[in-house]
C-alpha cells in the first residue's frame, strides 16, 4: 500500500471516519447474516453438475413424482421377536401417520400383503417390520425433518420395540439435525481458540480483542453480501459452504491481524508517533497481507473450473468472504489500534527507541543453526518428507459410507435403521434405483436387469407422456459397495438397450456422479490452481526461480499432509474411506492458505536482500515473521481444527487434514526447509532479476568470514 495511501487512512481524523463507516457498513449487511441459512441449497441436484446422468434423470423424474417428495422408513425391532400386538400397534401407526401434514402413500405390514407388494416387511426370523411413507413440505423440507422425526418417534413408541426413523427421510433428518445449529456452535468454538492463542501469544489481556473483533465483523459483512448474491444473484450456498467460510474468515483473518499487529508494533519501537508507525506499518504489511488474500481468492476461485457445483459454489462464495475479510482488516483493525493507542499492548508496550526482541529469539537462533550446513538440512528434510508422504497410500478416496457418515457410526439412528434392514433381508425401498426410459421400450429394459446380483426384482412403476418410470430396489444399503457395483451394472445393462433412452437416477446413482466428477475435478483444478498461484507469486516476487521453490514446498507440504492424514484416519479415527472431493478441498486450502506464509517470509526477503543480500536478509526475515508466522499457523490450525467438533466425518477429516498440513508447513517447511533453500542458493533465488547480482549488495567474502556474517546477532 502507498505510504501516503495508508497514512490517510490512520489519520488523526480519518480513523474515526473509517472505523464509522465500517460499523455502518456491518449494520446494513450484519442484519441479513442471520439470513444465510433460509438461502441454502442442500438438495442433491443443486450438487450434481448438469451433465451428469442422475441430475437428467432428476428431471425427467418430475412428470411421476414431485422433487420433493421424501421416502420415510420406520424400523421396528425386538429381539425377541415382534407379537402380535406389535403388529397391530404398527397397523395404528400407519393410520397416525397418515394423518400428519404433507404425508401420503403410508404402506404397512399388512398394507403391503394387501396390495401384493412382493417386498417382505416383516424379516423372515420376526425380529424386525418396517413401516414406508412420503413425506413433502416443500422448500421447508430440509428444516423441518428433524422435527418430522421426533414426531413420528413419539407416535411409533411400543414398550420393548426399538424404533429408528430410517431410510431417506431418516437420513436427511439426521444429517439437517447435525447441521442445526451448527454454525453457531463452530463460531464459539474457533473463537474460544483463537482467543486463547491470541492471549497466549500477545502476552495481553486487551490486544487480542481488536483482531477477534475485526474477524467477527468481517464474519457478518461477508455473510450479509452472501445472502444478497445467494437471493439475488443465484450464488449456489449450503450448509457446507457456510461452515467452512465460518472458519476461513476467522482463520485467514486473524493471521493477517498477526502480521499487521507485529509489523505495527516493530515501527512503534521506530516512530515516535503512533499515527506515523502505523502508517508505516501499513505501507510495509499491506502488499504482503493483500497478496496472501490473493492468492487464497484466486485459489478459490479456480474451484468454478469444478464440474461438481458443490466444489464450484464453495469457491466464489469463500472468495467473497475472504475478500471482505482482507477489506476490514486493512481498514478497521488498523483504526482501532490508533484509536486505543500503545496501552492496548499492555503490559508489554512497545516504547520508542527499545530493542526489537525478535533480533535475539528462537527463530534466529533457528536460522543460525541452519545457516552452516543449508544444503544437507534442506536434502534431509526433503526426504523425510517424502517418506511421510507415503502414509496417503492408506486413504481410499472412492467415498464415505453410510456407516462412517457421521463420528458417532453405528449409533446414529438412521444409519443403526438401515443396518437392521441390511441384517434381517428387508429391502429399503426408500433409495430406490430409479430408471426413466421410452415407454416403448420399458420390458425391454426390465427384461435387460435380469441376473444382476443387488437388486430386487425390477417393476414399472407408471408410464407418461410416452416415458416409463422403473423402479428397481437394492438389496444393500443405497451407499455400500454392493450397491454401488449394481447400479453401475444396471446402468451398463440399460444404456445397452436401443431405442430406450434409458438413465438411471436414485441416491446411489447421485453418490456414483459425484465420484466421477470428483475425479475429473481433481485432475483439472489443481494443476489450473498452481498455474494461478504460479503467475501471482512471480508478480509478487518478480522472478522465476524462487516461485517455482515455492511451489515445489507447498507441493512437497500438501503430500506429507495427506500421508500423515492418512495415517490418523485409519489408525487413529478408524475412517479410512474419505469424500471423493477431499483431496481437492485439501489442496486448495492448504496450497492457497500454506503460500501464505511463504509470502509472508519472501517478501520480507525481497525486503532485506536490496540492502543486505539474500542469505543475511533470509536471516533476518526468519527471525522477524518466525513468530507472527508460528501464532498465525497455530491460529489457522486451531480454526480449522474446530471442524473435528462436528459430527460429520467430512468435516472431522477436513479439519484434521488441514490442521496438520499448516502445523507441519508452518514449523517445517517454511522455517526450515524454504530458508535452507534460500541459504543454499543464496541471489540465485532471484533469477532472472539483477536483484542481489551486482555489488555492493553482496560484498565478495572468504567462506568462513560469509558463514560469520550471516549470523544474527544473539
Known sequence: MHRQIAGKLTGKWTKWFVLVAVLVL????????????SVQNNEAESWLPQSAESTQAIQRLEEFQDPNDLVTTVVYYRESGLTDEDLTAIEGHGQEIAKLEGVSDVITPQGAATAGIPAPYVSEDGQVAKLDFTINRGDELWEDMPDVADEIRDLTAI??????????GGTTADQAAAFAGMDGRLLLITLCAVILILLISYRSPVLWALPIFCAVVSLGIAMGVLYLLAKYADMTINGQTQFIMTVLVIGAGTDYALLLVARYREELRRHEDRHEAMAYALHRAAPA??????????????????????????????????????LVMVTLLPALLVICGRWVFWPFIPRFGTEEPTESGFWARTGNRIAPRPRKVWILTTGVLLVIALGALRLDTSGIPNDETYVAGHDVESVAGNELLVEHGLV???????????????????????????????????????????LVNLTADALDDQ??????????????????????????????????ASARDNKVVIPIMLLAVMLILMGLLRALTSPLI????????????????????????????????????????????????????MTRVREETVGKGTRRGSLIA?????????????????TFGALATMPLTFALQIGTAIALGVLLDTMIVRSVLVTAINLDLGGRIWWPSALDRKPPVVPPAEPAAEAESERVPV
Open 289 to 326: 497481507i493483500f497478496a496472501s488474500a490473493t492468492t487464497v481468492v484466486v485459489g478459490l476461485l479456480c474451484l468454478m473450473f469444478a464440474e461438481l457445483n458443490s466444489t464450484a459454489g464453495l469457491g466464489p462464495a469463500n472468495a467473497v468472504a475472504v475478500a471482505v475479510t482482507f
Open 26 to 37: 456491518l449494520g446494513i449487511f450484519g442484519s441479513l447474516a442471520g439470513k444465510l441459512t
Open 159 to 168: 414398550d420393548g420395540v426399538e424404533v429408528y426413523v430410517a431410510g431417506a
Open 550 to 601: 515455492l511451489i515445489g514446498t507447498v507441493i512437497l507440504s500438501f503430500a506429507a499432509a495427506l500421508g500423515i492424514s492418512g495415517v490418523v484416519f485409519d489408525l487413529v479415527y478408524d475412517r479410512p474411506h474419505t469424500d471423493p472431493g477431499f483431496p481437492l478441498y485439501a489442496f486448495v486450502f492448504l496450497v492457497a492458505l500454506g503460500i501464505d506464509y511463504n509470502i509472508f517470509l
Open 428 to 470: 429399503d425401498a426408500s433409495s430406490p434405483a430409479q430408471i426413466v426410459a421410452n415407454a416403448d421400450q420399458a420390458d425391454a429394459v426390465v427384461a435387460a436387469l435380469k441376473g444382476i446380483d443387488g437388486i430386487s426384482e425390477p417393476v414399472v412403476a407408471a408410464q407418461k407422456n410416452g416415458t416409463a418410470l422403473i
Open 622 to 638: 526468519l527471525a522477524s515473521t518466525g513468530g507472527v508466522i508460528t501464532a498465525a499457523g497455530i491460529v489457522l490450525a486451531a
Open 483 to 516: 450397491s454401488i457395483q449394481a447400479v453401475h451394472e444396471v446402468r451398463d445393462a440399460v444404456h445397452a438397450v436401443k431405442g430406450s433412452d434409458a438413465q438411471v437416477g436414485g441416491w446411489t446413482a447421485v453418490t456414483i456422479d459425484i465420484q466421477e
